[in-house]
C-alpha cells in the first residue's frame, strides 16, 4: 500500500483544515488507518484511527472532539477534518494503514506510512 496525504498548509488560530489520504495498491479496504503527527522534537503522536468499515474511530485525548477521521472506501481515501486549530496543532500529519483489525494503534502497529503533509497553527 502507497500513502499519499495532502491538504496541509497554514492556517490561523480557530481555523480549520482538512487533510485527505490516497492509498494505493493492496486493498485499502482491508485496513485500519491511521493519522499520526509529530512536531518538531516531540515523539510521533497518535491523532486518530477509522475502522475497516468506517463505522469506529478513535481519538488521541489532545484532539477529540475537535477532529473527525472518516474514509471513503470507494475511492481509497481517509480524511482528517481538523477545527478549532491551536498552535500546538502545529506538526507534520502522517497517515498510516494497520493490518491489525483493532483501531487503538500506536506507531508499532502500522505496516505502512505514507509521507508527511506540514501544518502550521499561527496564533
Known amino acids: 500500500v502507497q500513502l499519499q496525504a495532502s491538504g496541509g498548509g ?7 483544515l482538512r487533510l485527505s489520504c490516497l492509498a494505493s495498491g493492496r486493498a ?15 515523539e510521533r ?6 475502522s475497516l468499515s468506517g463505522a ?17 472506501n470507494a475511492k ?12 500546538e496543532d502545529t506538526a507534520v500529519y502522517y497517515c498510516a494503514a494497520s493490518a491489525k483489525l483493532s483501531i ?3 506507531n508499532y502497529d502500522m505496516s505502512y506510512w505514507g509521507k508527511g503533509t506540514q501544518v502550521t497553527v499561527s496564533s
Open 56 to 72: 469506529s474511530t478513535y481519538y488521541g485525548d489532545s484532539v477529540k472532539g475537535r477532529f473527525t477521521i472518516s474514509r471513503d
Open 76 to 87: 481509497n481515501m481517509v480524511y482528517l477534518q481538523m477545527s478549532s486549530l491551536s498552535p
Open 10 to 16: 497554514l492556517v490561523q488560530a480557530g481555523g480549520s
Open 104 to 106: 487503538t494503534l500506536t
Open 28 to 42: 485499502f479496504s482491508s485496513y485500519v488507518m491511521g493519522w499520526f503527527r509529530q512536531a518538531p522534537g516531540r
Open 45 to 50: 503522536e497518535f491523532v486518530a484511527s477509522i
